[in-house]
């Protein structure tokens, strides 16, 4: 079930084949996986998403390729989507998480959104200490 | 503006106090941030609270302190709890988050979010090669 | 700071002195707090909304009127709405609810926010057991 | 699908043991549902889950269990986690939930979650009335 | 899989049928979707419901009967409700939604999660001048 | 109360400088509001985001660009995004949103979400006539 049908034969069109070969070069796999397949229904919107996944999670930044999957995953989680729970834990994975990390991992998002359900109902003031404009 | 009032005089309690004693002992600091204080309306809430996230946040585990702080604000953002993004994003800068990994925290929570819209939209089924069930 | 500005004189429009008669006559009270001035700036949505608030929160039904303020709070704090978050706890504390009563509350949405992110990270499938349509 | 595979034979471990025999005992039922047996893959996060839903849901506490389940059901739906929403329904009924309360349980959050919204889209500000800390 | 059985014979029931006719004269089609069959459990909370929809979707006003669906599916793919994203785009496309709008439709609700995400994580201060209160 | 200072003197980096003189340029305003000050704190941040923007909502597509702002704010006030909500309902006066349009934009979005709970409690099984891959 889903929302826009895929192309039955996406690569026939240039610019979907262009996402998917360097798809398949950036993680040296064959493997499309379905997320790209539905985006192909616009070209437009999977070049775009894919540029942008590429810079953010593919290309070396400050945080670790690890560490960026693990925030991928708790946003994910924090919203409910299915798919993309599925496809960044298999991706932490990939990348060596461990099961002791993985429940470590959950552990800390679960006890984050129980302390946020806490504050939010109590509508806790924010400590002036905690404000950053405040340090210059 | 709350929906408890803070106790006037926490530390008369003495349940209050020895939660109090040992976040400040934890923590090598003297400052009780306003969760804490708003907590111990009900010092068996406060009790369970600290000792949770004593448990989850202060105590060495598998994942880097600094790895959970993030992790901490990529789910109170998605949750708009304001209170939790001022404290952790502060704890965090104390363990050391650069600028540089700030920006990049935030650039990688938000490409979830908004991949997550798309995900969602789109109703993309899961690929059958994510399903960890099937690895055994 | 709001969207709209609530209108300067607002029961110089019949429509809005009527809901604003029966809001008083209904709470035996003469507060009209900033939700229905700021809903008054159309009417029409003022009446709607206060004609369902009415038939569902101060009319007798097969729940107790405090559980469904404390339904209510819980809803509001998962999706963060401070406004009604505060309106709510305070109805609730004019019915009735104890410190340990919202207390007990706090512990309980909390913990149902920790659980569904345990079983949404884990995307656990749903036991046949659950399924209500089964029962026939 | 599901992102991780639960333990073939989890009562083979001493601990998983422990915590089902405690469920079995404490619901006095021999079922044990999908929920506990993913979360077996880690028994340290099995242990601290049953015990804090344990002790939260299970207990005698200044709210009537039906309540805690209509909560936890409210907390669930507006999290959208499928499986609690299934799961805690079924307890919710088990404990005596009519069809009648379900149907009133259903209005109070429905509507809560729509005036959500119109505060949030006004950015209604807080009546001065409603702060707890003005109280003292 | 769902959390109250539909009635088998939905339209024994005389309010029950005079709601599904209203829904096949307004809509001008045999087919009822799920939602309503499912609504039916609860004669009352059908006829509300379905009022509500029908006033406010299928009944002319300010916005567009277009617009208002894909404002519909802006919400829905917000709050992760699987079935509303399928009923609303399918609603939407019968309305006359190409691909190329669909398509801009996810362009603007993606881009707009991930704006929210920002701001929210720098808890960056509403200017002065979004303040519509400050009009008059 | 801010998680990030904003630089002092943004345009004297001359890559903050060349953001905010093509947002000037392209609003043909010499307003620059908090979301830019802020996001100025890491220039790359701020010119990936503001290119997108600018893409996404100051750019002709198929969308008209009213409609696109209401969109905007009904994923803003699901997400509680106070800023958001604020910056967007200036941005859709600007640009012609009379009060009625702006009252109708809140009965959409407020029922949206009052029916999505009512979906995801009942948990309606999607129906078949709503997959779009079956078109094919």
């Given at each position: 079930?889903?929302?826009?049908?895929?192309?039955?034969?996406?690569?026939?069109n240039p610019r979907v084949k262009a996402v998917f070969d360097d798809i398949r070069a950036t993680r040296k796999?064959?493997?499309?996986?379905n997320m790209w397949l539905w985006l192909a229904f616009d070209p437009g919107l999977l070049e775009r998403t894919w540029a942008?996944?590429?810079?953010?999670?593919?290309?070396?930044s400050p945080l670790d390729p690890l560490v960026k999957e693990m925030l991928y995953i708790a946003v994910s989680?924090?919203?409910g989507c299915g798919y993309c729970i599925h496809s960044h834990t298999a991706a932490a994975k990939a990348k060596g998480m461990s099961e002791a990390e993985h429940a470590d991992l959950l552990r800390v998002i679960s006890l984050a959104a129980k302390t946020n359900q806490l504050a939010t109902a109590l509508q806790v003031p924010v400590d002036a200490a905690f404000d950053a404009a405040a340090e210059r």
């Open positions: 079930m889903s929302t826009v049908a895929p192309p039955s034969d996406p690569e026939s796999s064959d493997f499309i996986n942008e996944v590429k810079a953010v999670m593919a290309t070396p989680v924090s919203n």
